[in-house]
């Protein structure tokens, strides 16, 4: 069900599903512990495999920060020269740090994730080879989620997957798509894209009934990573919700922030805020049936939106004191 049998892998895939305690029947799907942290791997381990088969010397992604991370570890694993654009002063410092320590050729560009993008686009792809969510062979790698997610559970009656530049959730749905057709999946789930409020061109032109987005110029969200007002592959996501019977909903950061909070606390998943809204939806719309929320990355790859609280105290008396009044 994939098109390579081997090649560039750090062991990515395999991720846990996590039954949640904050709701019934939620389960949660934690692409956190691939290699790098979230569920690009997957697509990234496939997208690299195919350019040095190709015979490219070189490799090339725009990103909110994700990306970046994951195209640099496995372009290192590969023996390729990796160049990530990226939106100066919106990208999360830990995925930085990653892209970087990785190796790669780091290129800061004015604006946000969108322009990033039309530079690789229009520029980019004469010279490199290019390993957005607009390669094929990334959402192939990246269908493996619905194969696990089969494996442990059957099919659930919805799947919600937070949404930015929209490869992901039409991956999924063309992992179960395909296990329907072999005849395993007889009921296929609604697909539940989420987006956050202010970075939400699909879900609120599908409030308003309408068949294209409402593209955002300047998104603005606390999730780094679906901070994106121009999604690509945005037909894809559409055609997945459609075809599915399901919806798209968009979720406030306070939402979010809650969501990450909450299964932190109470389930021990730490969710990057992106992750995390898939969980605000799950939260929101309390569905019946069985659903699982696809948490698409680690918390420490945003580490700077956390707030923490510390109690510092003086001596040993002072902590036995605590103690005692726990």
């Known amino acids: 069900m994939l098109p ?7 062991g990515e895939g395999g991720t846990p599903l996590v039954e949640s305690s904050l709701s019934s029947n939620l389960y949660i799907k934690f692409e956190g512990t ?24 070189k490799v090339i992604v725009a990103s909110t920060g994700n990306t970046a991370a994951s195209a640099a ?18 990208v999360a410092r830990g995925k930085l740090i990653q892209a970087a320590l990785h190796g790669a050729e780091i290129i ?12 690789v686009l229009e520029h980019g792809t004469k010279y490199a080879y290019p ?28 799947v919600i997957v937070p949404v930015g530049n929209a490869g992901n959730i039409s991956a999924i749905w063309k992992g179960f798509r395909e296990l329907g057709e072999l005849g395993l999946c007889r009921k296929l789930p ?13 879900a609120v032109a599908w409030q308003r009934g309408l068949k294209s987005p409402l593209f955002v110029d300047k998104p603005k969200t606390i999730a ?24 798209f909903i968009a979720v406030s950061d306070s939402e979010i922030a809650e969501a990450q909070r909450l299964l932190a606390s109470r389930d021990g998943i730490g969710a990057e805020p992106a992750g995390a809204a898939s969980v605000a939806a799950a939260l929101r719309l309390k569905v019946s049936g069985t659903v699982v929320a696809v948490v698409t990355g680690h918390a420490l790859k945003d580490p700077d939106v956390i707030e923490i609280s510390v109690r510092e105290i003086k001596d040993s008396r002072e902590l036995l004191l605590l103690l005692e009044g726990a």
């Open 108 to 119: 800061m560009i004015n604006g946000f994730f969108d322009t990033a993008l039309r530079y």
């Open 4 to 10: 390579l049998g081997s090649g560039i892998s750090l």
């Open 131 to 158: 390993l957005n969510s607009f390669n094929p062979w990334r959402l192939e790698g990246q269908k493996t989620i619905a194969f696990e997610i089969y494996e442990e559970l059957g099919c659930p009656d919805y």
């Open 34 to 57: 691939n290699p790098t942290g979230s569920f690009k791997d997957r697509g990234m381990a496939l997208g690299v495999t195919v350019a040095r088969e190709s015979r490219a010397e």
């Open 190 to 202: 609604r697909m539940v894209g989420v987006q956050a409020e202010g970075a939400a061109p699909l």
């Open 73 to 90: 570890a496995y372009a290192a694993r590969a023996g390729l020269k990796c160049y990530v654009l990226l939106p100066r002063g919106n």
């Open 224 to 247: 780094s990573a679906i901070r994106i007002g121009r999604p690509i592959n945005w037909p894809k996501a559409m055609a997945a919700v459609e075809q599915s019977g399901g919806l």
